[in-house]
């Protein structure tokens, strides 16, 4: 695990609050339109990213991504912090923690957008593969917001969680299952964390255009959905930028879709 920090302009500005955002290594991403959207919103923003995940994936390592999101979140105004962090160790998650509390303070929101996602079925899913997606998308989630709940320091009603989720399950069986899992966890962090005064919500994008839709499936994701396009990553940002916010305080063990009506 490595970290990159970016001091912004306004360094050490009164009543920014910080949030971890996991799962960050893309431009086109729905972590990086996160960052984005909090930085916008007034936050700092720490993230975390993996490169060898994007490099076995079909569209590969974006080189220089996080360093361009730090630039790009520091002209919003936030204090920015990159962590290159392998998810799929347990002993991670306290360690980002330590690392991001060390540059930047105590986390107000974990929004976990980070995941393990590989295509395979019931018949030709490994155990390999089985495990890992576990590890990454199930265990991680909870050993992040364990951490989260033990080193919570904010007003009591600031704190917030919200993971992103799928509803995937036939021809991504690991994906969609251990998903599932993370929803519980989160819907269990609703639950547990009350006394704390922290919200817990998990998000479902929906099909969401990062770059890995065919032309084929594109037309006929925009033809399934009644809005006639296709969701982008702002789209799911927007949601969890006013679920972190005060006026989203309310809302607390949801299973939210953002999907643009998807059938």
């Not at 009350?194 to 084929?216: F, R, S």
């Amino acid at each position: 695990m490595s970290g990159e920090t970016h001091l912004g302009k306004r360094q050490g500005r009164a009543g920014r609050p910080l949030a971890l955002v996991t799962g960050a290594g893309r431009s086109v991403g729905i972590g990086a339109a996160v960052v984005l959207g909090l930085a916008r919103a007034g936050w700092d923003v720490a993230f975390s990213y993996w490169t060898p995940y994007d490099a076995r994936m079909e569209w590969g390592v974006e080189a220089g991504a996080a360093e361009e999101l730090r630039e790009r979140a520091a002209g919003l105004g936030a204090r920015t912090h990159a962590v290159e962090a392998d998810l799929s160790d347990p002993a991670v998650p306290a360690r980002l923690f330590d690392d991001v509390e060390r540059e930047l303070g105590n986390v107000t929101a974990l929004v976990l957008c980070h995941c393990e996602s590989v295509d395979s079925g019931l018949l030709d899913t490994t155990v390999e593969s089985f495990d890992l997606h576990y590890a990454v998308n199930a265990r991680a989630t909870w050993l992040l917001i364990r951490e989260y709940g033990l080193r919570f320091r904010g007003p009591h009603g600031s704190g917030r969680v919200v993971s992103l989720t799928s509803d995937h399950t036939a021809g991504n069986l690991p994906y969609g299952a251990s998903k599932g899992a993370m929803d519980r966890i989160t819907l269990a962090a609703a639950q547990e964390l009350a006394h704390l005064g922290v919200t817990c919500n998990a998000v479902n994008p929906g099909p969401t255009d990062t770059g890995w839709m065919t032309e084929e499936l594109k037309a006929d994701l925009v033809h399934a959905t009644p809005l006639g396009r296709l969701g982008v990553p702002r789209d799911c940002a927007h949601l969890v930028t006013f679920l972190c916010s005060a006026e989203g305080g309310w809302i607390n063990g949801q299973l939210l879709q953002s999907n643009g009506g998807i059938q």
